[in-house]
């Protein structure tokens, strides 16, 4: 396949219109010029973007599929984005809703560095859901949030995120906060080893700061202590994300929250699919977990939506190593039977504010989580 393929969504008069609003897709998402100044020979035959079907699907709303050449894209993650989506999507009516890969595509962007078996390696964790608790809230301290992290890996949590709320405030400066959490999930590792626990805890710190900061929040935190960083990509891009992922001194998991990222697919007609965003993208950019909300939360995410994101993360013809989804969003322990069946094993459970109710029998929650969560296979 000499193309990666591009599928949107267009909301059409009748198959005319919608034929010319795929061609109008290709252009604008290339060339940006009008077709009959289109240059004969490389540039027409490579560069601009081939229509290669469209489809009806009823109600007013077509299928197209849109071949790009590698050549389009160069060797940058921004690039490819603005060739996916870019100019479209300011076109009204359009929606991403799947991207097919080609070997051209593949071999210049590897994808996340550790994903499902990496994740499995660095946790010791053989089998069963991860268990995910959200340090929180912003405000806190950073002896307190330290505590709550000391409290939760000494109970067994796999993977101890920072809210994604938790910056550079001065409440807990990010590198005072760092430095006590990182030091507090430590100590919890080492007795879980006194113990014989063959599994580890993992700290994600949250990366705040501005843009251009962060790279050195990152080896910041690493050098700290932290096992993994949780990155805003709708924030500071996605192209920081892959530039930590490709980045081989970097060497950390990433996790990819996704506040800021709600316009891009909660219209029907614009933006992006569920699973392309929070599945195929995330992946492509190099996260080893994605951050989406749960059905039955509070952000209003269908049960549909939320298993095309797991499709998306764990599918064997995605972008690099399949990757951990991560539901979370209102949830409490009495869901997680029900998201374990929905979701399987490979999956990364967050529980957050639901957690803080224990207060500083918070462990014990840990564990309730623990028995849910190493239940036989269900997905």
């Known amino acids: 396949m000499d193309r990666f393929i591009v599928t949107y ?12 609003r795929a061609q109008a897709i290709a252009l604008e998402d290339t060339v940006e010029i009008p ?64 991207l097919t890969p080609n070997a ?38 950073a002896e307190t949030l330290a505590q709550l992290c000391y409290l939760t890996a000494a109970a067994g949590a796999d993977i101890i995120k920072e809210d994604h709320g938790l910056a550079n405030q001065d409440a807990a400066p990010f590198k005072e906060r ?45 050098d700290a202590g932290a096992s993994g960083v949780l990155l805003i990509p709708g924030l500071f891009g996605f192209d920081a994300m892959n530039r930590l992922a490709q980045d081989p001194d970097f060497g950390l998991p990433i996790m990819a929250h996704p506040s800021h990222l709600g316009p891009y697919v909660l219209s029907p007609d614009h933006g992006y699919g569920h699973g392309m965003l929070f599945g195929q993208l995330m992946r492509l ?44 969003g209102g949830m409490s322990i009495d869901r997680l039977p029900d998201m374990l069946a929905n979701y399987g094993q490979d999956c990364v459970y967050l529980l957050g504010g639901s957690l803080l109710r224990f207060g500083t029998d918070i462990g014990d929650a840990i564990r309730d989580m623990r028995t849910a969560l190493s239940a036989e296979p269900n997905g």
């Open 104 to 141: 051209d595509l593949r071999a210049r962007f590897s994808g996340a560095r550790f994903g499902v078996d990496g994740l499995r390696k660095l946790t010791g964790r053989t089998q069963g859901g991860y268990v995910c608790p959200v340090i929180k809230p912003q405000g806190s301290s």
């Open 178 to 222: 760092v430095r006590a959490c990182a030091a507090a999930v430590a100590r919890a590792n080492q007795e879980r080893a006194g113990r014989g626990d063959p599994s580890r805890a993992l700290y994600f710190a949250n990366i705040g700061g501005h843009s251009d900061q962060v790279r050195d929040l990152a080896y910041y935190a690493k």
């Open 285 to 328: 950019a190099g996260a080893d977990i994605s951050v989406f909300p749960n059905f039955g939360g509070r952000f209003g995410f269908s049960q549909s939506e939320c298993l095309e994101i797991v499709k998306s993360c764990k599918t064997g013809d995605g972008i690099g190593p399949s990757i951990l989804p991560s539901p979370g």
């Open 9 to 20: 969504r267009i909301v059409a008069d009748d198959d005319a219109d919608a034929r010319a």
């Open 35 to 98: 077709p009959d100044t289109v240059p004969n020979g490389y540039i027409k035959d490579t560069i601009v973007g081939r229509v290669d079907d469209v489809s009806a699907i009823g109600a007013g709303v077509w299928i197209a599929k849109i071949g790009y050449h590698i050549d389009a894209v160069g060797r940058e993650l921004p690039q490819l984005l603005n060739v996916i989506l870019g100019n479209a999507s300011i076109l009204q009516g359009v929606k991403a809703i799947d």
